[in-house]
């Protein structure tokens, strides 16, 4: 019960909670009517009592049906009680015993109280299951389960909730969870927050490891704010935990960036020359430089590091390789990314998922799809299994390609090998059939996806719309912003943007007037592309005076306006033979680019 409760405040749903508070607020006062009932019954005589059947006084459903049958069980116990009493005094008629009545009153007192009793303690947060042993593993395991999956789905305020109800109840969440928050208010860009937990977590645990600071450090990173990143390192050692290889690719990475690669080839060397060993330290030294000149594109300074690891005789690893093969992919050498694959099997190394990865991705940017297919089937040959990523890289790069069919084949194959695809991956597919204006397999693909329980989000209803518009099929794609206002997700600017400029194609001014209104309705601000196509919808039925008036009511909004408005009036001009407007306006347009 505690759990279900907790899951019902943590994703919003109070009113939930209230209800069955209110509910058992209800069922409470039912019974203080029963006992005065019973009262009533005894004192004129009656011989028979019966206690309200719970069931029976159900308030529309205030209550769920376990509950309910809690009561009902609890009640039978008491009401059994009461009418075996009854049956053994059916002699006495109507002789008033008043011991005999206040007999019955000590008992239905009695009876009514442990009834309560036994409400409260089923109703109240339970440690206990059914088997009479604790549940307290069960109630830690099932509370970190919701915070990660509150923190996955950026819902921080929820899982900063339960965090603190498990901490009040004496159960502090581990390190791996707490990690996951930390990780979450950095993707969100609440650093402060983030760094407020680990110094929660320094004071009152669990410890804070590698990874909480690493994590922590990112965010400072991906806010630019480096200084405050080499503060947080400095006080690992003070706090008694060693950086690893991922502590120097964050900060040496940050470093690169800023372009501060001779800074970044002191810290890192001071770094591991402290912690590790001397021919730890080159490898790591050297992997990471490489690294941070290969995505800076100074290949020269790169490969150097690279050279010269293999004249001082350094033993390379798997890490060095893929780095290597990376910086090639990166720069579309793919005949020397094939060289270190080579090598790297000629040196006894077995590329892992990120060098299989490293190479679809670069040969599915190139446009060859063919040989990333060839790529991926060696991947379970080698011993590799391809993960999401694999996946995700080559179906989009099919689809880009035209080949939806081959897309979808694969889309088949990771769900016969149990990994359910990610909803970029379906929205790929769907927009592939939608650029071949097959809009029946896209929307069959978009049943699967809810049948495989990922649920379509905007982007999918956006890009099934636009296919059907594109197929000239804009009642089935008002159908689908129908269906999006009646189960979710709802509607947002794009999707009116582009049943608006539908409609103002098909030359249906008025229906694109009303959508315009529906913006403004659902608190959208309509932007210039709103505006534009509702311009080229005057321009396209002749009512110029409308799309002048519009023009201006844009310039004065203070709407960033581009080009494409002034083209669309200019070219009406020019049809209408009307060449001073057109001149008078491209004058105004080369003022705005001044």
Not at 265 to 283: A, G, Q, T, V, W
Not at 310 to 329: E, L, M
Not at 417 to 441: F, H, K, L, M
Request: hydrophobic share 40%.
């Amino acid at each position: 019960m505690r759990f279900d409760v907790q899951v019902l405040i943590a994703n919003g749903e109070c009113h939930i909670f209230l209800r069955l508070l209110n509910g058992c607020s209800q069922t409470l006062d039912s019974i203080k009517d029963c006992i005065g009932q019973i009262f009533a019954d005894i004192f004129c005589g009656k011989s028979r009592i019966d206690v309200v059947h719970p069931r029976s006084s159900r308030r529309d459903g205030a209550l769920p049906c376990a509950l309910y049958d809690m009561i009902e069980t609890v009640g039978d116990q008491c009401q059994l009680r009461t009418k075996n009493w009854f049956s053994q005094r059916k002699n006495c008629d109507n002789e008033r015993d008043s011991q005999a009545v206040f007999n019955v009153l000590d008992t239905m007192l009695k009876d009514n109280l442990e009834r309560l009793k036994t409400m409260r303690e089923t109703i109240s947060w339970a440690h206990v299951g059914v088997d009479g042993r604790t549940c307290e593993a069960d109630y830690t395991q099932q509370h970190v389960a919701i915070i990660r999956a509150l923190c996955l789905e950026g819902k921080l305020g929820a899982a900063i909730w339960l965090r603190n109800k498990m901490i009040y109840n004496g159960v502090i969440p581990d390190v791996l969870t707490h990690n996951y928050l930390v990780n979450a208010f950095c993707n969100a860009g609440e650093v402060k927050k983030a760094d407020w937990l680990v110094r929660e977590m320094q004071c009152w645990g669990p410890t804070p490891n590698c990874a909480s600071y690493n994590t922590l450090m990112k965010g400072y990173c991906l806010i630019n704010d480096v200084d405050r990143a080499l503060d947080l390192f400095s006080t690992m050692d003070t706090c008694g935990i060693v950086p690893n290889r991922v502590t120097c690719n964050i900060l040496v990475h940050a470093l690169c960036k800023k372009g501060l690669l001779e800074d970044a080839r002191k810290l890192l060397k001071e770094i591991l020359d402290e912690y590790c060993d001397k021919e730890s330290s080159n490898l790591f030294t050297s992997t990471i430089l490489m690294d941070g000149y290969f995505k800076n594109g100074d290949m020269v300074q790169a490969f150097s590091f690279w050279e010269e690891m293999i004249r001082k005789g350094n033993q390379v690893d798997v890490v060095a390789y893929n780095v290597v093969i990376h910086g090639f992919c990166l720069s579309r050498d793919a005949i020397l990314a094939y060289k270190y694959l080579s090598e790297m099997f000629k040196s006894g190394f077995l590329p892992d998922v990120f060098t299989f990865n490293t190479l679809i991705s670069a040969l599915c940017k190139e446009g060859k799809t063919d040989e990333a297919c060839y790529i991926h089937g060696v991947m379970p040959r080698m011993g590799v299994s391809p993960d999401q990523i694999s996946y995700k890289m080559l179906i989009q790069g099919l689809c880009i390609q035209g080949n939806v069919i081959k897309a979808n084949e694969f889309l088949l194959a990771m769900i016969e090998n149990s990994i359910v695809p990610e909803p970029v991956i379906w929205n790929a597919i769907i927009d592939g059939y939608g650029r071949i204006g097959d809009t029946q397999n896209a929307l069959s693909v978009r049943d699967q996806m809810s049948a495989f329980g990922v649920l379509p989000n905007i982007f999918t209803y956006n890009l099934l719309i636009h296919a059907h518009i594109k197929g000239g099929k804009i009642v089935e794609a008002l159908s689908l912003k129908e269906e999006m206002l009646l189960n979710g997700p709802f509607p947002d600017l794009v999707t009116y943007n582009l049943l608006v400029g539908a409609a103002c194609n098909s030359g249906y001014i008025h229906s694109a007037l009303i959508l315009h209104d529906e913006i403004l309705r659902r608190g959208y601000d309509p932007d210039i592309i709103t505006y534009t196509e509702l311009i080229k919808g005057y321009c396209m039925i002749g009512k110029v005076k409308e799309a002048e008036k519009l023009f201006t009511k844009i310039q004065r909004s203070g709407l960033p306006v581009d080009h494409v408005p002034f083209l669309i009036l200019m070219k009406k001009y020019c049809k209408m033979r009307d060449l001073d407007k057109a001149y008078d306006l491209y004058q105004i347009w080369l003022e705005m680019d001044k």
